[in-house]
């Protein structure tokens, strides 16, 4: 698993700009080396802006959209379409505005979809897809994301794997059912952590002064139960992408030296 590397940006637009083309770079060169590129997406105010600056960059025409897989870290259980749900904001925000193969969106299970309202049964069906799409290059039952991205929670929540929870200990299942979040709505679906870790790089997006002392815990050695964000890595990187305010509480040797 890779050392984190953090980048901090002036504010959080320029965090979400910055996210964007190096997104774009990473989605072009992955389809130029591989035929095909595939992304995880977050919900969040990070994740939701990185869109928006996407959506709104001219340089979004570079993607052949026709040949990206997208993935979600984690999904909040609701109906199809429920404005709560990270996929209807993503859709909103950007998905529908792109020429995408719907077959190759792979939403989380809704409350009313095929499993109605077992969120446990949602989530192993969102494990077979994800096996389905692995192969044995992959060495697992999940493919090798080219860019994983996760928001980060005040608490240090990344995904829906809260601090001290059940799923955030979860060492075999890819995919979660999460009962009881303490932030609403209680009822998730969510990559696991070795899910996580099998993205050639997971990028950690967070921005605020609200986020300050979560980016400064998970960076800072916390262990993985206590501090969720800790133990998200990707195997060749790990880059937290902050703004200013976010990265306030890092201790001094962990401040990228570029931007002192
Ligand atoms: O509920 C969620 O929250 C986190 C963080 O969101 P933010 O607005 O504080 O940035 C997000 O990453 C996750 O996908 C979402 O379901």
Known sequence: MSTPQVVVHRDKELMAKAAAARLITKIVDAQAARGSASVVLTGGRNGNALLAALAESPARDAVDWARLDLWWG?????REGDPERNVTQARE????????????????????????????????????????????????PVPTFDVLMLGVGPDTHVASLFPEHPAVRETERTVVGVHGAPK??????????PAIRAAREVWLLAAGEDKANAVAMALSGAGEIQAPAAGARGRR????????TAAAKLPPQLYPPASA
């Open 93 to 140: 925000i950007l998905l529908d505005a792109v020429p995408l193969d719907p077959a190759r969106v792979h939403a989380m299970p809704a409350s009313d979809g095929t499993h109605g309202r077992d969120v446990d049964a949602a989530a192993a069906g969102y494990a077979a897809e994800l096996a389905k799409a692995s192969g044995p290059e992959d060495h697992g």
């Open 237 to 244: 990187r790990t880059l937290w992408l902050l703004d200013r």
């Open 184 to 193: 609403p709505p209680p009822t998730r679906i969510s990559l696991t952590l």
């Open 74 to 78: 984690d999904e909040r259980f609701e």
